[in-house]
Antibody, heavy 122, light 107 residues
Framework: EVHLLESGGGLVQPGGSLRLSCGVS????????MSWVRQAPGKGLEWVSS????????RYADSVKGRFIISRDNSKNKLYLQMNSLRAEDTAVYYC???????????????WGQGTLVTVSS | EIVLTQSPATLSLSPGERATLSCRAS??????LAWYQQKPGQAPRLLMY???DTATGIPARFSGSGSGTDFTLTISSLEAEDFAVYYC?????????FGQGTRLEIK
């Protein structure tokens, strides 16, 4: 069974940094693109970033470009999101999600982790 | 950037009724459209991909249709567990985008 588990969320001051992790199991991690999607409290889904299985293709939403860095360690079955220069509007539940099909980047996402809450506030 | 507009924002129906949810794209996405279901406190779950293909484990009462700019998710006969928020998502081009969601509530 495929399983994704995010960690690393918490309260951080504006301008601060946080690193999210997503541990996965149940599939060959290196064969699948992975993504981060966030959801502000009471709001809809917003795609944040995606990375291909081998790490050669990386995409960012304009809202986080230059501030967030996606990475992965295929030897550890881990996906990361380094978040710098955090703003109040980055407050959200952050989900990691697996690409539905092997190969490629982005695409349809399934399954998703349970999410980790990031709160940016002074 | 492709903008997805879902309608209605809220749909109030009773169990056993048919639900029709709409998603309109600001430009053609061919059939590169997916639907997700999200229940309170849970992560989204993939329902449909390729506009009309049902994801693994999704009941047969869910169906999708459309291509280009207009898409529909239909639930043929609502069951209690179907009341949730539904999102469409395009993967036709970057950036990936989601609709704002349709809340399906019990009437």
């Amino acid at each position: 069974e495929v399983h994704l588990l995010e960690s690393g969320g918490g309260l951080v001051q504006p301008g601060g940094s946080l690193r999210l992790s997503c541990g996965v199991s149940g599939f060959i991690f290196s064969e699948y693109g992975m993504s981060w999607v966030r959801q502000a409290p009471g709001k809809g889904l917003e795609w944040v970033s995606s990375m291909s299985g081998g790490g050669e293709d990386i995409r960012y939403a304009d809202s986080v470009k230059g501030r967030f860095i996606i990475s992965r360690d295929n030897s550890k079955n881990k996906l990361y999101l380094q978040m710098n220069s955090l703003r109040a509007e980055d407050t959200a539940v952050y989900y990691c999600a697996k690409r539905w099909e092997a190969g490629g980047t982005g695409g349809c996402l399934d399954p998703w982790g349970q999410g980790t809450l990031v709160t940016v506030s002074s | 950037e492709i903008v997805l507009t879902q309608s209605p924002a809220t749909l109030s129906l009773s169990p056993g009724e048919r639900a029709t949810l709409s998603c309109r794209a600001s430009q053609s996405v061919s059939t590169s459209l997916a639907w997700y279901q999200q229940k309170p406190g849970q992560a989204p779950r993939l329902l449909m991909y390729g506009a009309s293909d049902t994801a693994t484990g999704i009941p047969a009462r869910f169906s999708g249709s459309g291509s280009g700019t207009d898409f529909t998710l239909t639930i043929s006969s609502l069951e209690a567990e179907d009341f949730a928020v539904y999102y469409c998502q395009q993967r036709y081009e970057w950036p990936i985008s989601f609709g704002q969601g349709t809340r399906l509530e019990i009437k």
